[in-house]
């Protein structure tokens, strides 16, 4: 009898610290159990009391067991009845366990079980059973009390009835139940320590390092869930159960196996015997376990129902009480097909029905369990999961060990685990939305089978996916995953097969085609469906591009309508309010999202179907911004205002101002920048007329990005209705005063304007006409006491009037006194009397001033400037100075009344210049001393105004009246020195005078009284050039002075050592070559000068030079002795010179025909050998003096040796062979060896002595055989003497006599060998092999052939044993070898030869037909090259099966026209080019190659194009460098492109901050730009229209700048003197302003500036005879301004009104930029834009 142990409930001590290291444990077959989080919290004090209370009111009777549990001690326990240890067991069932129940019952169950997420195999769980078993053992029994598990027990289910879960091992000792009652309760061995892993250390870190007790003694610990439960569902198990219970058995039964190690006692007579139960030891710690969601477990039992192996069929049965309270429900192991009664439970969270009859569909009634977090379906028949709802809290899901053939569900919003193993899963088609998922296991299904199953995985579930199969992911797989398109998850799941990344773009438009192909509307076929890559704050385009299908025909025109969709991924998007355009713009939020726009076709007013594309991930903008839409709005009509619209993406940009800019653009013309129109509004004025008006915008972040610019074109612009405004009278009314009337004219182009002036009469007051067509009137002596009207009606360029305005004047005054008329009169020279007359209005004229000065300018600017020439007086007359000669005069008249009041001076200016009398001389003399080398002095008397650059020149006359020759290199000197070429000749001065007007007066000359004499001859210098060495000659070196060198004296001289001084006998001469007598001497020279008339000079004695030194030893003369013919000795003889001879050297060397030269020997003479033959012989002599001194080497070189006569010495032939070559052994002497002749013969005999001789001529016993040195002996040679005849030849030609030999043995025969073994190839499937054969006669010869595989082996092929072959299938792909094994006639074998492999058996070669060209060759296009294919049908099959690839190579032409040769690009082998700048002018030329499997290519094929033509210019990147403040330089820089740059044009321009217009800088067109103080608070803009070299334009560009700032420095400077209200400055002033003065500190006076925040003054400072005098003043009242000079930054005006202004010099440029800022500064209230905000300042 078989007894069944039962199990016994203990209250076990739970460490629940311990679940750290229970994480390490469990099986795999019951992986998807995890630790619950909340577990691992410890209880508190609270429940730990209450807790302790139930437990004093609870006992049991019946003995205790104890399982092993890791690291928790045993502690005792009380014994309690068996009704309350059931209570009790159910209390210690936990809803999440630490610990798999599998892993502990597999320890005593060998057999194999179900599991809910497949696992362990029955081998597996033998072996650990087997591992586990061994380490058990027995112990005493403790009683413990457990504190933790009491804290557990509250919360556990109850049992309803309790069974047994497993049976004992086959192994184990059976006993019978007596036998069982009188066992004491065993314990398991207690846990060996291990040493932890690190996955250990990772789970206790991750713990927060949970401290874990262990120890030696015995632990236990039980922890028990029904959905960690493996086995009772069996029907093994319950039959063996049937066979063994017995309802009234009490006491405990123990299975006491030696390896089991388990204590199972019965807890109830009633019960079916069917429990549950978790065992472990220290061996399941190596089990890998999946983490779980978390689930509360801190419930009552009124919230868990717990029905696990119950036979239960329906859930609406009495025996059920669903509690809509209910949130943990186990119903495993029962016999449920249907949820019927399930939808009550709207609180549940963990609902187990594993191991059931479901076979689905059926689980709608899930849909009111909304709180649901973990559902277990394992162990079923389900089929379908498609009618599974949506559960909006499931967590964790497990369906393994099913029959589902697919994962299609509904979507899973918060599912982490799904386990799938053990199903028929085949295809990922209806993979469900889960963005939660992180575990996903579908082991042991036929979809493993497909390939990238991993990265499909990852797509379909996207980046939250962390472990696949239990294992982490594969860098690799995700990184696959990454390379395919977005929407490739939608595609798997519409049933898309996953194919290689490269061809997934297309293959899954494909596939989206196929689907849509029905629901397109009739006659249109879709081409393309795609989105751009969206980057963040970008315009993103959709693509859907529509072609009409030409089979079919519609009438109505398609349109396309776009909604735009966003998520996380697929299929999870979200319609986009208003996103219906064909552009969509991400926002920085949606950076990282997909985009999904649909598509929906309208055909005639009939939605179709929509289409779909979606995005990759939005990228992170890059930027730059972009204008994508521009517009202009307002009326065209002069006046109005236009604003543009610029609607711009940022593109991840801050978004800043841009920069706008309005172009005028006439017609038939390029729009042209309008000055300062920077803003968005713009105003038409009367420019913009009947132009076009272009809108630029440039995009600026506030980072200072700046995107591409982008502009809108307006129509022509109208002009306005002529009208006219602000009418007004300007001028003095007063008498003789002339008044204009002026007004400001609008409407088009001005025409013809009508003028009228009314005067007003005294005694009525009506208004007459007294001119028209005029704007301007004379008032007169009629007008005074009365006003005058100006009427002013607007008539436009048409002739069309407009409405007319008037103004009337002031009343009309009395002039004061007043001069007019002012005149000159007199000659204007120097000298002469002038005067000075006027007319004087307004009163009687009594007793008028003038007063008269100069000026260098004719016209008045004021008389600041001018030079006083006399005081003011009453006279009228005034004789004109030598001062003022060049000057132009200004006379200044005051008129006077009788009353004495004074009128406005009036100044009147001559209208030429005074000019100075003509130049004249009144004397011209010349002194000085007349002789050679004298010094002569011209002097000279000037009269005529200023001297200017008054002509002097010296001239030579052979005779006092000739003309003379000018001598230039004195020309404008007033001296000159007397040279030795003017000796007996006279020397004249000429000066023709001249003003500083450059006028030219009459030359005057004075010539010498005395021709010029000779001087004295002497000599200035004398000395010996030379060396001092015998042999050499000595040179006089002198320097004459003194008329012309006739014949002078030299005397030389020698003097020895003791100082005796002689002449050397006739040596006179200017040379002198030194002798042996001389060495030890010392030489000098006298020379006494000579004139060539006779005048005889002073003797001078040059310096001695020496001693003398001997000369170097010299050989002056070499020949050679002997004949110089091969054999012969020659030697030589030499002279010798310089000192007593010692032993000198001599070489002797080979010289060839080459040049080459080769040493021979150092002797006296030399023996000619045939290696000199041909060449020369060379001597080099050196002679030696006796005391060792080397003089110069000599060198001789002979005649070519010539060779001896030829001669045979001797002639050996060797033993002969047949086939063997034999060459004889020859010597030769006589020369160089020439060709020779020689005569082969056979003979029957071998011959000796004469007969020898005579062998070649007894032709009837020999025959002859060839003519050359060498001979091989063929078979008829063979048992006959060979012999050889041979007539040496020397090189020449000329030959000796001959010399006859032979061979001492008759030729014997070769071995069989064949040569030259080859196979042809007579068709494509038919061979022939071939050979040569030699070796006697041919016998009966082996044929074989061979084929050669491609790694090289060789197999004979059977039965192929002849010359010819036949190819066989076997063959393709294969080399084919003919094998040849010769066989002589007399049976004797060779050696197989096997010819060279045949190539290799391929179909045909690819070709390629023609080859084309698309695209431009303009620079900057593409070109695309495509290939033709020929059309027969062999090409076709070739290039559709054995295609491999195709190559391309681009090349380029040279610059040469006329000879036109290509160079490759290294780098360019793709099918397309982009055309460079670098080929503009030059032709490029397309190669392409076609290479099959095989390796094989076919011919190349070419294609061409015409000259690459130019880009148009553009110029990008546009923008200007500078610091910003007014000192600073500026320059322009950007990327050109489009050609070669020609004269690019640039102009500088100006716009202040807030204002739209443009001021152009003049003559600033460079690239660099100095900025001043004028252009403080402007923004400066450069304008670049680029220019080809040949002379094409492209558009303009621009660029600004931030408004220049002012210079720090200059900046506080200031700002300290505006704060303390009123400054000086000392400046200067320049008197004369003649503008061909040149600048200078000579004509500047000093001056003070002084300046507060009323008026501005200049101060002439005073002097001991003056005071200080104000030369101008006045408010800061318009027109006030303040003037710079760009080309002139020491220089400023001010400028007060139109009549007074003063133009002030600064020593730096610093003080003047202060200056100009401080007034502007003070003035600052009357400027549009005050300067305080520019310099922020704080007035």
């Not at 509307?521 to 859907?544: I, M, N, T």
């Not at 012989?1177 to 030696?1184: A, G, S």
């Not at 010495?1209 to 020369?1231: A, N, S």
């Not at 008829?1276 to 020397?1290: I, K, N, T, Y």
Request: hydrophobic share 35%; glycine share 8%; aromatic share 8%.
């Amino acid at each position: 009898m078989e007894v069944v142990p039962t199990i016994q409930s203990t209250k076990d001590s739970v460490d629940l610290r311990q679940n750290t290291r229970e994480k390490q444990s469990g099986t795999e077959e019951s992986a998807h159990m995890m630790h619950t989080p909340g577990l691992l919290e410890e209880p508190s004090s609270d429940t730990l009391k209450k807790v302790s209370k139930v437990n004093k009111q609870k006992s049991i009777t019946t003995p205790t067991s104890c399982s092993v549990i890791d690291g928790i001690p045993n502690r005792k326990t009380e014994t309690k009845s068996a009704s309350e240890s059931k209570i009790k067991e159910a209390q210690s069932t936990l809803t999440k366990p630490t610990r798999s129940s599998a892993s502990r019952t597999s320890e005593s169950v060998p057999f194999s079980r179900r599991s809910s997420t497949g696992g362990l195999s029955e081998k597996q769980l033998i072996s650990i059973a087997k591992r586990e078993t061994g380490e058990s053992g027995t112990a005493a029994s403790k009683r413990t009390t457990s504190l933790g598990s009491e804290t557990l027990r509250k919360s556990l289910p109850e049992f309803r009835r309790s069974s047994v879960l497993s049976v004992g091992a086959k192994h184990a000792t059976r006993l019978g139940i007596t036998e069982t009652r009188r066992l004491a309760p065993v314990s398991p061995v207690a846990e060996t320590p291990r040493t932890p892993t690190s996955s250990d250390l990772r789970e206790q870190d991750s713990s927060k390092k949970i401290p874990v007790r262990s120890s030696s003694s015995v632990s236990s610990k039980r922890i028990t869930s029904p959905s960690l439960v493996s086995f009772g569902s069996s029907s093994s198990v319950r039959k063996s159960v049937a066979n063994v219970s017995s309802p009234s058995t009490r006491s405990s039964s123990v299975s006491n196996g030696s390896k089991s190690g388990i204590l199972l006692t019965s807890l109830d007579k009633s019960s079916s015997l069917y429990s549950r139960m978790k065992v472990g030891t220290p061996e399941s710690k190596d089990f890998r376990l999946m983490m779980l969601p978390q689930v509360e477990v801190k419930a009552g039992d009124d919230m868990r129902l717990d029905l696990r192996g119950h036979k239960i069929r329906n859930l609406n049965t009495g025996k059920l009480k669903l509690s809509p309270h209910l949130e943990f429900v186990y119903l495993r192991d029962n016999m449920l097909s249907t949820l019927d009664g399930i939808e009550v439970l709207q609180r549940l969270k963990v609902l187990d029905l594993s191991f059931n009859d479901f076979k689905g569909p059926g689980f709608e009634p899930l849909q009111n369990c909304k709180a649901l977090q973990q559902l277990y379906l394992a162990g079923n028949q389900i089929t379908s999961l498609k009618s599974l709802p949506e559960l909006p809290n499931l967590e964790f899901l497990s369906v393994a060990q099913n029959k589902l053939k697919s994962l299609s569900m509904a979507s899973q919003p918060r599912l982490q685990v799904l386990a799938a193993s053990k199903n028929k899963i085949s295809t990922l088609k209806g993979f469900p939305y889960l963005p939660a998922l992180e575990h996903l296991r579908v082991e042991e299904n036929p979809i493993l089978k497909m390939s990238r199953l991993e990265a499909a995985s990852i797509l379909l579930v996207g980046p939250t996916l962390k472990k696949f199969n239990d294992r982490d992911l594969s860098r690799e797989e995700i990184g696959i995953a990454k390379r395919y398109p977005s929407h490739t998850a939608l595609c798997i799941r519409s049933g898309w097969e996953l194919c290689r990344p490269e061809q997934a773009a297309d293959s899954t438009f494909k596939f989206l085609l196929e689907q849509w192909k029905e629901q397109l509307p009739s006659g249109y076929l879709l081409k393309k469906a795609f989105v751009d890559q969206p980057f963040e704050e970008d315009a993103c385009h959709c693509h859907f591009e529509f072609v009409s299908d030409k089979t079919e025909s519609s009438d109505s025109e398609l349109e396309l309508k776009y909604q735009w969709f966003i998520g996380e991924r697929t299929p999870n998007f979200s319609a986009v309010n208003g996103a219906v355009r064909e552009v969509f713009i991400p926002s920085r939020n949606d950076i990282g999202r997909v985009l999904k726009v649909e598509c929906t076709p309208v055909v005639g007013g009939t939605e179709y179907p929509t289409i779909f594309a979606i995005s990759s991930p939005v990228f992170p903008g890059t930027g730059i911004p972009k204008v994508i839409n521009i517009d202009v709005h307002g009326e065209l009509v002069e006046g109005n205002t236009l604003k543009g619209y610029a609607e711009v993406v940022w593109c991840g940009g801050t978004p800043g101002k841009g920069v706008a800019s309005w172009l005028r653009r006439r017609w038939n013309s390029s729009p042209v920048v309008i000055t300062g129109a920077e803003e968005e509004e713009y105003q038409l004025t009367l420019d913009d007329v009947d132009s076009c008006l272009v809108y630029m915008y440039t995009p600026v972040t506030d980072e200072g990005t700046k995107g591409e610019p982008q502009y809108a074109i307006t129509e022509y612009v109208k002009a306005a209705p002529p009208s006219v405004s602000n009418v007004q009278v300007i001028g003095e009314a007063v008498e003789e005063c002339t008044i204009r009337g002026v007004g400001e004219y609008f409407g088009g182009r001005q025409g013809p304007i009508k003028f009228e002036w009314l005067r007003e009469d005294k005694d009525t007051g009506v208004f007459t006409s007294v001119s028209t067509g005029t704007n301007e009137y004379t008032l007169s002596r009629e007008d005074i006491g009365r006003r005058l009207t100006f009427v002013y009606t607007p008539v436009n360029f048409e002739g069309k009037e407009g409405k007319s305005l008037s103004a009337s004047s002031e009343m009309v005054k009395r002039a004061p006194p007043k001069a007019s008329n002012l005149k000159i009169i007199g000659g204007l020279e120097e000298g002469s009397k002038i005067s000075v007359t006027a007319i004087v209005i307004g009163g009687t004229e009594a007793s008028s001033r003038v007063q008269w000065f100069k000026s260098n300018s004719s016209r008045f600017e004021g008389d600041n400037g001018l030079d006083a020439l006399s005081t003011s007086k009453i006279a009228k007359a005034y004789r004109i100075p030598l001062g003022a000669v060049g000057k132009y005069l200004i006379a200044k008249f005051t008129p006077m009344t009788p009353d004495g009041e004074a009128g406005e001076p009036a100044y009147v200016t001559s209208e030429t210049s005074v000019v100075a009398l003509p130049p004249t001389l009144n004397f011209l003399s010349i002194t000085g001393d007349y002789s050679e080398g004298g010094i002569l002095t011209a002097s000279y008397g000037y009269v005529g105004g200023h001297e200017g650059k008054s002509i002097y020149n010296w001239y030579i006359h052979e005779v006092e009246n000739d003309l003379g020759v000018l001598l230039p290199e004195v020309s404008n000197l007033l001296q000159y020195r007397i040279s030795k070429d003017n000796i007996g000749k006279f020397i004249s001065f000429t000066c023709t005078p001249v003003r500083d007007d450059n006028i030219v007066g009459e030359p005057r000359a004075c010539i010498g009284q005395e021709r010029v004499r000779p001087g004295s001859p002497r000599l200035l210098s004398l000395q010996i050039i030379g060396t001092e060495v015998e042999g050499t000659t000595l040179n006089v070196e002198k320097r004459y002075w003194g008329g012309e060198e006739g014949q002078s004296i030299h005397r030389w001289f020698r003097t020895s050592s003791t100082g005796t001084h002689s002449e050397i006998s006739g040596a006179i001469a200017s040379s002198y070559t030194l002798s042996v007598d001389d060495i030890d001497f010392f030489i000098s020279l006298s020379c006494e000068p000579i004139r060539n008339d006779g005048a005889r000079g002073p003797i001078v004695h040059s310096e001695q030079v020496g001693p003398i030194v001997p000369g170097p030893p010299t050989s002056h003369s070499l020949e050679f002795h002997g004949s110089l013919i091969e054999g012969e000795r020659i030697n030589f003889t030499a002279s010798y010179s310089g000192g007593v001879k010692g032993d000198c050297l001599y070489e002797w060397f080979r010289v060839n025909i080459n040049g080459h030269k080769e040493k021979l020997s150092a002797g006296e003479f030399l023996d000619l050998t045939l290696d000199d033959v041909g060449g020369c012989v060379e001597l080099i002599y050196t002679p030696v003096r006796s005391d060792g001194l080397k003089g110069l080497t000599r060198k001789l070189v002979s005649s070519p040796v010539v060779p001896g006569e030829p001669v045979g010495i001797e002639l050996v032939i060797p033993d002969c062979c047949e086939g063997q070559e034999v060459v004889p052994e020859t010597r030769y002497f006589g020369g160089q060896e020439g060709v020779g002749k020689y005569s082969w013969l056979r003979s029957k005999y071998k011959l000796h002595g004469s007969a020898l001789m005579e062998l070649a001529d007894n032709v009837d016993n020999a025959d002859i055989l060839g003519p050359a040195l060498t001979y091989t002996p063929s078979l008829e040679d063979v048992g006959s003497f060979v012999a050889m005849c041979w007539l040496p030849q020397r090189s020449d030609g000329k030959y000796g006599n001959a010399l006859v030999s032979i061979c001492e043995s008759p030729v014997t025969p070769a071995l069989p060998v064949v040569s030259n073994v080859c196979v042809k190839k007579l068709s494509s499937s038919a061979y022939v092999g071939e050979g040569e054969y030699f070796g006697g006669y041919e016998g009966l010869s082996l044929f074989s052939w061979y084929r050669e595989s491609d790694e090289g082996t060789i197999v004979l092929i059977s039965g192929a044993n002849s010359k010819s072959y036949e190819v066989s299938d076997e063959d393709y792909n294969c080399k084919l070898l003919f094998g040849y094994t010769p066989v002589r006639s007399d049976s004797v074998l060779g050696e197989l030869r096997l010819s060279e492999p045949t190539d290799v058996i391929f179909p045909e070669v690819p070709r390629i037909e023609l080859l084309a060209l698309t695209g431009k060759a303009v620079e900057g296009g593409v070109l695309t090259a495509l290939e033709v294919i020929p059309s027969t049908h062999s090409q076709h099959n070739v290039w559709e099966k054995y295609k491999k690839e195709v190559r391309y190579q681009w090349f380029c032409s040279s610059e040469t026209e006329n000879d036109l040769s290509f160079y490759p690009f290294p780098s360019q082998r793709s099918c397309s080019y982009k055309v460079r700048f670098e080929d503009i002018g030059r032709c490029l030329r397309c190669e392409c190659i076609v290479t099959d499997v095989f390796g094989r290519s076919s011919e190349p094929a070419y294609a061409e194009t015409d000259p690459v033509l130019p880009g148009v210019p553009r110029m990008g990147k546009l923008e200007i460098e500078g610091r910003g403040f007014h000192t600073n330089l500026y320059a322009v820089r950007g990327i050109y492109s489009g050609g070669k740059e020609g004269k690019s044009r640039i102009q500088w321009l100006s716009s202040m901050v807030g204002s739209p217009d443009l001021i152009a800088i003049p003559g600033e067109t460079g690239r660099m730009y100095e900025a001043n103080v004028d252009d403080v608070g402007y923004r400066l803009v450069a304008i670049y229209t680029p220019v080809r070299d040949d002379g094409v334009e492209g558009q303009s560009v621009s660029a600004s700048t931030d408004p220049v700032a002012v210079e720090p420095d200059v900046l506080k400077e200031v700002k300290q003197k505006l704060d303390l209200g009123s400054v000086k400055f000392e400046v200067l002033f320049d008197k004369d302003r003649s503008p061909k003065k040149i600048p200078g500190m000579g004509s500047l006076e000093r001056r003070i500036l002084e300046v507060n925040r009323k008026r501005i003054k200049v101060v002439k400072p005073g002097s001991k005879t003056s005071f200080p005098a104000v030369e101008i003043r006045g408010s800061y009242t318009p027109p006030f301004h303040v003037e710079l000079f760009r080309n002139d930054q020491h220089r400023l005006r001010i400028v007060i009104d139109g009549e007074n202004e003063v133009d002030l010099m600064l020593q730096t440029r610093h003080l003047r930029d202060v200056i100009v800022l401080v007034i502007r500064g003070f003035a600052q209230r009357f400027n549009s834009t005050p300067l305080n905000t520019l310099l922020k300042i704080d007035m």
